[in-house]
């Protein structure tokens, strides 16, 4: 008597997250600087992807530009796009709020990562970033968004 109502009870709970899970998110925003060859890291060590940004971060003098890399998820159907905003201070002083977007589709049954670069003259409007702000959209609807700590 206690099976039936547990794969009921499952069968329901699934059905509930499978309809809960469809609006979309954004699971994780990871900025990293690019070098004056375009590259993150050196080698595909997780580790020495992590040094290098630190000596990225510590060498200004080093840097072409900054790609965020944008994990997400959403329908498979609609006008979904991503929206960066970012701030910077360049010369101790404050700059604009800089806005990119990219349109995105929906690939398969899981999450998906786009990847969205700043390089030559707009990086160099940004400056040193300080405040990042991701957001999914599907038209006008607001599916979900990541901030950073400053933003």
């Given at each position: 008597?206690?099976?039936?109502?547990?794969?009921?009870?499952?069968?329901?709970?699934?059905?509930?997250?499978?309809?809960?899970?469809?609006?979309?998110?954004?699971?994780?925003v990871l900025p990293?600087?690019?070098?004056?060859?375009?590259?993150?890291?050196?080698?595909?060590?997780?580790?020495?992807?992590?040094?290098?940004?630190?000596?990225?971060?510590?060498?200004?003098?080093?840097?072409?530009?900054?790609?965020?890399?944008?994990?997400?998820?959403?329908?498979?159907?609609?006008?979904?796009?991503?929206?960066?905003?970012?701030?910077?201070?360049?010369?101790?002083?404050?700059?604009?709020?800089?806005?990119?977007?990219?349109?995105?589709?929906?690939?398969?049954?899981?999450?998906q990562w786009e990847k969205i670069s700043?390089?030559?003259?707009?990086?160099?409007?940004?400056?040193?970033?300080?405040?990042?702000?991701?957001?999914?959209?599907?038209?006008?609807?607001?599916?979900?968004?990541?901030?950073?700590?400053?933003?």
């Amino acid at each position: 008597m206690r099976w039936p109502i547990t794969i009921l009870f499952s069968l329901a709970l699934f059905a509930t997250s499978a309809v809960a899970g469809s609006d979309g998110k954004v699971i994780k925003v990871l900025p990293q600087f690019l070098d004056l060859q375009g590259r993150t890291t050196l080698s595909p060590s997780l580790y020495e992807r992590d040094a290098y940004q630190a000596q990225l971060q510590a060498k200004p003098e080093q840097r072409s530009g900054i790609v965020f890399h944008v994990q997400w998820k959403g329908p498979k159907t609609g006008n979904l796009k991503i929206f960066i905003e970012a701030r910077g201070v360049v010369r101790e002083k404050i700059a604009p709020t800089f806005v990119w977007e990219r349109p995105v589709t929906r690939h398969g049954w899981f999450s998906q990562w786009e990847k969205i670069s700043v390089t030559g003259e707009e990086f160099r409007k940004l400056g040193t970033l300080t405040a990042w702000h991701v957001t999914l959209w599907d038209g006008d609807k607001l599916l979900g968004e990541q901030k950073s700590f400053l933003w």
